[in-house]
């Protein structure tokens, strides 16, 4: 069974950057997408963008166009997110998930990891 | 673009049924049959509960059940469990390589 790990929690300063990992393991990994989808405290999901790691080409949500960049490393199945010019209101839960045999919907999800910005 | 539009939340008692809305636009619920339902609870990730409108995941119970009918899907959970007591949240495809999530549907078991 394919299993979606993610780095640890994260404290950042306004301004700066963060970079989340989600590695997979267990399961076939470059032809399926990875999506990173977004819980700020207390609200709602947010999807933030994908890539299809055989493809290399990500996909953003209009809104964060220019902020945040998904890569992925076919040879250690590990993609990434990486969002810049952090401001509070990005403090949030993120989340990596799997487009798989349903490529529409996410069947598999990281254990999310808590990115706080904070001065 | 702006989230889907669920209930803030529902209710109902055990072995009962509880229905949540979903509603969008031609752009995104009712241009595609790419509709999925996740629940999550407390301190947890989202877990898929139903795909592509209608369709469960293996170990899904049949309690669950989607429809959809224009620009507007609904997830119902029949036979109320005190389990069931999370939150919803439902997702679409919004065309160009784009999803939406709503903004989540909180339901007790009264």
């Known amino acids: 069974q394919v299993q979606l790990v993610q780095s640890g929690a994260e404290v950042k300063k306004p301004g700066s950057s963060v970079k989340v990992s989600c590695k997979a393991s267990g399961g076939t990994f470059s032809s399926y997408s990875i999506s990173w989808v977004r819980q700020a405290p207390g609200q709602g999901l947010e999807w933030m963008g994908r890539?299809?790691?055989?493809?290399?080409?990500?996909n953003y949500a209009q809104n964060l166009q220019g902020r945040v960049a998904i890569t992925a490393d076919k040879s250690t199945s590990t993609a990434y997110m990486e969002l810049s010019s952090l401001r509070s209101e990005d403090t949030a839960v993120y989340y990596c998930?799997?487009?798989?045999?349903?490529?529409?919907?996410?069947?598999?999800w990281g254990q999310g990891t808590m990115v706080t910005v904070s001065s | 673009q702006s989230a889907l539009t669920q209930p803030p939340s529902a209710s109902g008692s055990p072995g009962q049924s509880v229905t949540i809305s979903c509603t969008g636009t031609?752009?995104?619920?009712?241009?595609?049959?790419?509709v999925s339902w996740y629940q999550q609870h407390p301190g947890k990730a989202p877990k898929l509960m139903i795909y592509e409108v209608t369709k469960r995941p293996s170990g899904v119970p049949d309690r669950f059940s989607g429809s959809k009918s224009g620009n507007t899907a609904s997830l119902t959970v029949s036979g109320l469990q005190a389990e069931d007591e999370a939150d919803y949240y439902c997702s679409s495809y919004a065309g160009s390589n784009n999803w939406m999530f709503g903004g989540g549907t909180k339901v007790t078991v009264l």
């Open positions: 031609s752009s995104d619920i009712g241009g595609y049959n790419y």
């Open positions: 890539i299809i790691p055989f493809l290399d080409i990500p």
């Open positions: 998930t799997r487009g798989g045999a349903a490529p529409y919907a996410f069947d598999i």
